[in-house]
């Protein structure tokens, strides 16, 4: 069975760049939701309970058809969160980023619609900024995420409410500050 990851940090350690209430909700409503109905859809597949996240997001097309978007949705949520907790860790070390791609990255996730995220990934022509709908995954199409930034509204709205570009902005300041 999947279960929540703890964070190596303090919700308050990304203060004032993310807030408390904000990152409590957000790890323990949110991603353990994701957790609960990734392990649902799988109830029925003993057979997929014993395969990791990321080798059930690798090959979705191996994951039966009347779980694949349960699985997509919620293991991509899962695993996506768990991403993005770890690079927030403010020990964690930071990939340097050219000032064009942290604007193209910047202008991709302003131009994204509605929810999904943002991503930096390890494509076959070097760094590449991409955005996904929803809880898809990079890894579900082979890409390797170095950065990745939650659009969705839970992910910034207490604190910046409908103001994305402030909660963009504040995150790519944390990260090269």
């Known amino acids: 069975m999947h279960t929540l990851p703890k964070l190596n940090y303090s919700y308050d350690a990304l203060e004032p760049y993310i807030d408390a209430q904000t990152m409590e909700i957000h790890h323990t409503k949110h991603h ?6 990734l392990n649902a859809a799988l109830e ?5 309970q014993t395969k990791t996240v ?3 997001l690798q090959d979705l097309s191996a994951v039966p058809e009347d779980i694949r978007g349960a699985v997509r949705n919620h293991g991509g949520g899962h695993w996506n969160h768990r ?7 403010p020990k964690a070390e930071r990939v340097a980023l050219s000032d064009e ?15 999904g995220w943002v991503w ?6 070097g760094l590449e900024v991409m955005t996904t709908p929803n809880q898809d995954s990079p890894i579900s199409q082979g890409l ?11 992910a910034y709205y207490l604190k910046y ?14 990260w090269y500050k």
């Open 120 to 125: 930096l990934v390890k494509g076959s022509e």
């Open 101 to 115: 791609l942290k604007l193209k990255f910047k202008n991709a996730a302003l131009g994204h619609f509605g929810s």
């Open 83 to 89: 991403f993005f907790w770890q690079i927030l860790d």
């Open 32 to 37: 353990q939701t994701y957790v609960d109905k």
């Open 44 to 48: 029925k597949y003993p057979e997929l």
């Open 54 to 56: 990321e080798e059930l």
């Open 144 to 154: 390797e995420p170095v950065l990745g930034l939650d659009l969705w509204e839970h």
């Open 161 to 174: 409410q409908n103001r994305r570009v402030e909660y963009i902005d504040s995150i790519l300041n944390y």
